[in-house]
């Protein structure tokens, strides 16, 4: 494994501008189209920050609640043709996203909500000198930067969190899982028959 470094995770900064203009699908296609490369390697497909990551359009401003779905069949296609380095799972302990930075960019790992949790990955690609915008994120946010939004699962301990972002340009984020009786009753209920417990 190359080295790491942590990340600081923070509470959100409480802006309700921010993310506020939605990217819609028209506005995306026809910004990926006139983008370069660097466009393309930001929200290119099987990027986290992709709005197509996930099969269809689904805007990376909007919380996705990632753990509900398997990462393996969620992202099947892509990877079968080699195309995302994303990867998400739980175990008994705690909850896992391992994606590759665009270009190994800097990026803010913040957690934002007050009764449903939202984790929030976002840092710009592009600088906004001359740009007149003095909060990049309350704009048309994809011209400057980039941002994923999950929903995190009841029993995630977010305030133990932890983010490292290697020399490979990847980003680990480990969350562990709130343990107690409750909790443990509540997951033997939720578990359905048939599902695989090899993580």
């Known amino acids: 494994m190359p080295p790491k470094r942590a990340l ?6 409480h802006n309700t501008r921010k993310w506020h203009v939605a990217l819609t699908e028209d506005a995306f296609l026809s910004f990926l189209t006139h983008g370069g490369d660097a466009t393309k390697a930001v929200f290119g497909e099987g990027s986290l920050f992709s709005p197509f990551l996930f ?3 689904f805007d990376p401003a909007d919380a996705f609640p990632l753990w509900d779905f398997d990462s393996d069949a969620l992202l099947s296609g892509l990877r079968k043709a080699k195309k995302t380095s994303v990867d998400w799972a739980e175990t008994d302990s705690e909850y896992i996203l391992r994606a590759e930075l665009p270009g190994g960019k800097k990026c ?32 048309r946010w994809w011209e400057q930067g980039f941002v994923r ?11 133990k969190a932890d983010a490292y972002l290697y020399d490979d ?31």
């Open 8 to 13: 600081e995770i923070r509470p959100g900064d």
């Open 55 to 57: 099969g269809k359009f």
């Open 108 to 139: 803010d790992v913040e957690i934002n909500g007050d009764k449903t949790k939202v984790i929030e990955i976002s840092g710009q690609w592009r600088s906004q000198q001359g740009s007149g915008i003095r909060d990049w994120r309350t704009g």
């Open 149 to 159: 939004r999950l929903e995190l699962p009841e029993d995630a301990n977010w305030k």
């Open 169 to 199: 340009g990847f980003l680990e984020i480990r969350i562990p899982r709130n343990i107690s009786a409750e909790c443990s009753t509540h997951q033997r209920n939720v578990v359905e028959p048939g599902e695989s417990d090899t993580e």
